[in-house]
C-alpha cells in the first residue's frame, strides 16, 4: 500500500537530513584532517558513510512502498569548530535532533496507523540509541583528556581503527 502524503514527505525530509548528516560529518572530517589528526578524521568519514546508508534504507523503504523518492537541496555545512571538544559536543545536538525527528516520525505512524512504517522506522529509533552514546563518550573522553595532547594522540590512533561495515546494510543489522 502507498504511503500518505504528509508520510511520504516525513521520509523524503529523513533522506536528506541523513545525508545532510553525512555531509556535517564529511566536513567535521576535512576539518580534522586539514589537523593531521587523520584517526580522527577517519573516524567522521566512516560516520559519514554510515549517514549515507541511512538515507539509503529510508529510500529503498519508499520504493518499496511504491512511491518516488523526490531529493531535496542539502544545506551547507559549518566547516570550522572552536576545539575538538566543540566538534563532538555539536555531533551529538545533531544527534539528539535526529532522534527527535525520528520520534516525530513514529509519531505520524501512530496518528495513521501506518503500522508498517513504524515497524521500519523501530531500526532508526534502536540505531540512535548508540549513535548518541557513542559521540557522548568520546565527547567525554576527550574533556577528561583536558590539555594532555598525549592523550589525544592517543586517541587519534584509537579512532583510526574505525572500518566501514555497511552501516545500515551491513549483515548484522538486517
Ligand atoms: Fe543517521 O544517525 Fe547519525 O545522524
Redo the contacts with the bound molecule.
Keep these: 500500500m502507498k504511503l500518505n502524503d504528509k508520510m511520504l514527505k516525513a521520509l523524503n525530509e529523513q533522506i536528506n537530513f541523513?545525508w545532510y548528516?553525512a555531509y556535517i560529518y564529511q566536513s567535521m572530517g576535512a576539518y580534522f584532517k586539514g589537523m593531521n589528526l587523520n584517526g580522527f578524521s577517519n573516524w567522521m568519514d566512516v560516520?559519514a558513510k554510515?549517514?549515507m546508508t541511512?538515507g539509503f534504507k529510508i529510500y529503498n523503504y519508499v520504493f518499496d512502498r511504491g512511491n518516488q523518492v523526490e531529493l531535496l537541496a542539502i544545506d551547507k555545512p559549518q566547516a570550522s569548530w572552536k576545539t575538538i571538544a566543540d566538534v563532538f559536543s555539536v555531533a551529538l545536538e545533531?544527534?539528539r535532533k535526529?532522534s527527535s525527528r525520528f520520534f516525530d516520525i513514529l509519531e505520524l505512524c501512530r496518528e495513521l496507523k501506518d503500522y508498517s512504517t513504524e515497524n521500519f522506522v523501530q531500526w532508526?529509533i534502536n540505531?540512535?540509541v548508540e549513535?548518541e552514546s557513542t559521540v557522548q563518550e568520546i565527547l567525554e573522553r576527550i574533556e577528561f583528556a583536558g590539555d594532555s595532547k598525549e592523550f589525544i594522540l592517543m586517541l587519534d590512533n584509537e579512532l583510526g581503527q574505525r572500518v566501514f561495515t555497511g552501516g545500515a546494510f551491513a549483515a548484522s543489522e538486517m
Design positions: 541523513e548528516s560516520q554510515e549517514e541511512h545533531h544527534e535526529v532508526y540505531e540512535q549513535e
